[in-house]
């Protein structure tokens, strides 16, 4: 039997760690956990309660209510992301969830209600994760670390396509830009698990790749970690 083991993804903003998370996923038969959305989940549940990143008692209570889940949809992405239940998949890829998510994950709260999840499920190994932090907090022991990046310019537009075929038609490509960069600051510039390439994590540049080039570069890394496990 293959031994199995846990690839962290890590990585700027809207640089398709996600999509490369799921390819690599799907082709091992591995879980895809994607930690971003996680984040995202509980921003958007803020925003809907009406809570502020200071209110650290109503936010507390909050996070005690949540249960946040990933399930597979045949018809249509990989991985949908559930809050309780609910397919909130589309309403955490919104600009106001964008604009907010940073901030919530400095929140250190967040981060510990979050982690701890995230190292229970990939206990087991045979996990895909990605975000900011895998390969240096979350799975320091991951034996596969991949940390991707792509000029900020090419991750807006691909974040400004996204945007739109979601139905979010009047956002121009200044907003979204602007929105990265600032995103790209504080989470490379936060006190608490900030954005770093991990010392053994290997470098996926993809500004020039096309998905089916980066897959298969990332798919021989895993293949090639799997055997030296």
């Known amino acids: 039997m293959t031994k199995k083991i846990n690839i962290a ?20 038969n591995y879980i895809f956990i994607d930690t971003g959305a996680m984040y995202r989940a509980v921003t958007y549940a ?6 502020d990143v200071n209110n650290l008692v109503e936010l507390e209570e909050l996070l ?9 949809l045949p018809e ?10 609910e397919d909130i998949e589309n309403d955490i890829r919104t600009m106001p969830v964008s604009n907010l998510v940073s901030q919530v994950s400095k929140i250190q709260i967040v981060r510990d209600f979050l982690v701890k999840q995230q190292q229970e499920i990939g206990a087991q190994k045979g996990v895909v994760m990605d975000g900011r932090d895998i390969g240096t907090v979350v799975f320091p022991d991951a034996e596969l670390k991949i940390f991707m990046t792509a000029k900020a310019e090419i991750r807006a537009q691909r974040r400004l396509n996204e945007l739109k075929e979601n139905g979010n038609l009047n956002i121009s490509f200044e907003e979204v830009l602007k929105n990265l960069n600032e995103r790209d600051y504080i989470d490379s510039n936060r006190e608490n ?6 010392q053994d ?8 790749l096309s998905k089916a080039e980066q897959n298969e570069l990332a ?8 055997e030296n496990a």
Not at 193 to 198: G, I
Not at 201 to 208: C, F, K, L, R
């Open 9 to 28: 993804i890590d990585g700027y903003s809207s640089c398709g760690k996600g999509t490369l998370a799921k390819v690599i996923a799907k082709s091992l």
């Open 46 to 51: 803020m925003i809907q309660k009406g809570i």
């Open 64 to 72: 005690k209510s949540l249960n946040i889940t990933f399930k597979h």
């Open 76 to 85: 249509g992405d990989f991985y949908h992301t559930f809050l309780n239940g």
């Open 193 to 198: 698990s900030p954005l770093l390439k991990a």
């Open 201 to 208: 994590a290997i470098v996926i540049d993809n500004s020039e």
């Open 219 to 226: 798919l021989s890394f895993a293949h090639k970690a799997i």
